[in-house]
């Protein structure tokens, strides 16, 4: 089994996979109590569906863009794990690729109270692929095809996710690398 943790915005998202198929998955509104609550969120949901840390062989998560610190904690979540028992299977995936949706051309993240990360996945190689952009520029976007933060991920979304293979394979959790934006556009 593989312990999926996702703690780059501003929900806790947990989930069980186990060949490529999703058994549990779990969204906490986290606002910003996300370093604070991680771990004992971890704790409950993994009690609750009665599942031991010696069940989980590999790891999956998240590497941003988003909360920069909050990249962070599921990675050294998965480090302090690994320090115990070391992972058959670790999977990464950068946020605004876990978000994208077929038929969707744009994925756009909060950054901070006014600004988002906005990503175009149209196939224009003559296009700026990403950039930052204040929350009004989203309102002149007249292509709707665009999907905004987490409210509307599901248990299915993140199975097809992950059946699509986006997730990249690693060696070594120290060959994952947080993705933070700021640092890459603009």
């Not at 089994?1 to 703690?7: A, P, R, V």
């Amino acid at each position: 089994m593989e312990l999926f943790l996702d703690t780059t915005n501003k929900h806790f998202l947990i989930a069980i996979v186990d060949n490529r198929k999703v058994l549990h998955f779990k969204k906490i509104e986290a606002d910003r109590n996300m370093v604070k609550m991680a771990n004992q969120w971890m704790d409950e949901t993994l009690k609750e569906w009665d599942i031991s840390y010696d069940q989980i062989t590999g790891y999956r998560i998240t590497r941003g863009p988003g909360s920069f610190t909050g990249s962070k904690v599921a990675l050294n979540i998965i480090r302090s794990l690994s320090l115990v028992k070391k992972p058959r299977r670790i999977y990464s995936i950068r946020t605004d690729d876990l978000l994208r949706k077929k038929g969707k051309r744009f994925v756009a993240i909060s950054h901070g109270k006014n600004k988002v990360f906005l990503r175009d996945y149209n196939k224009n190689p003559f296009t700026k692929k990403e950039k930052f952009v204040d929350n009004s520029y989203l309102k002149k976007i007249k292509d709707k095809n665009i999907i905004i933060d987490y409210d509307w991920i599901t248990k299915d979304h993140l199975e097809e996710r992950i059946v699509q293979k986006a997730f990249s394979k690693h060696d070594h959790i120290e060959d994952i690398e947080i993705f933070y934006a700021a640092k890459f556009v603009n």
